[in-house]
């Protein structure tokens, strides 16, 4: 079955700590991989998408075919950080995006 | 503004009532997803219509329907509604399929709560 795990519902560290979102899926062939971020139950918004390779916010993600994971990064975490995050994957057509349950962030002072 | 509308944004109702909660996709979107937040479910799929079309179903229940008008806005009709209906309920919208792969673009929620 089409899954995407994230293990840590909870990750505290303190201001300046570098952090790691450990995601995880199982899927067949090559699934797209996304990083979304939620501030105070409002609206999911984009973080990350695998495709583009790209830094949002001090933010990275490598895909790593192997492990089949997808952890996301920061050398430096800052407190507005602090927020739910969302490993979500999509396979290819008509197929809908399955979100990971999700692990809060809090960045302490 | 993410360019995906929800309404209402908040909805408190009674056990056994039904409400409607509707969603307008971001401008040249075709494809519309409503997902259900709660806070011990996370984020669960519920349906996907794509140009009017039901695409794919996921954990939506039978008392739960939606449906995608014409100028593309969708509803999401809750029935019967429960104590344990009470959450987030969140609109997404994309593009064409090929276009997916860009992600989906969330709206802010409608906050269900059931008394």
């Known amino acids: 079955a089409q899954r995407v795990t994230q293990p840590e519902k909870l990750l505290s560290v303190f201001k300046g700590a570098p952090v790691e979102l450990k995601c995880n899926y199982s899927y067949s062939g090559s699934p797209e991989l996304f990083w979304y971020v939620q501030y105070s139950r409002q609206r999911l918004q984009l973080l990350l998408r695998h495709i583009s390779r790209e830094s949002i916010k001090g933010f990275t993600a490598d895909l790593n075919k192997g492990e089949t994971s997808f952890h996301l990064k920061k050398p430096f975490a800052q407190e507005e950080d602090s927020a739910m995050y969302y490993c979500?994957?999509?396979?290819?057509?008509?197929?809908?995006?399955?979100f990971g349950a999700g692990t809060r962030l809090a960045v302490h002072p | 503004d993410s360019g995906v509308t929800q309404t209402p944004k908040h909805l408190i109702t009674a056990t056994g009532q039904r409400v409607t909660l509707r969603c307008s996709p971001r401008s040249g979107d075709l494809s519309v997803y409503w997902y259900q937040q709660s806070l011990d479910q996370g984020l669960q799929f519920l349906i996907q219509y794509y140009n009017g079309e039901e695409r794919a179903k996921g954990n939506i229940l039978e008392r739960f329907s939606a449906q995608q008008f014409p100028d593309l806005h969708s509803e999401l009709n809750l029935s019967s509604l429960e104590l344990g209906d009470s959450a987030l309920y969140f609109c997404?919208?994309?593009?064409?399929?090929?276009?997916?792969?860009?992600?989906?673009?969330f709206g802010s929620g409608t906050r269900l709560t059931v008394v």
């Open positions: 997404a919208s994309s593009g064409i399929p090929g276009q997916d792969r860009y992600g989906y673009t």
């Open positions: 979500a994957a999509l396979s290819g057509g008509y197929n809908k995006l399955i």
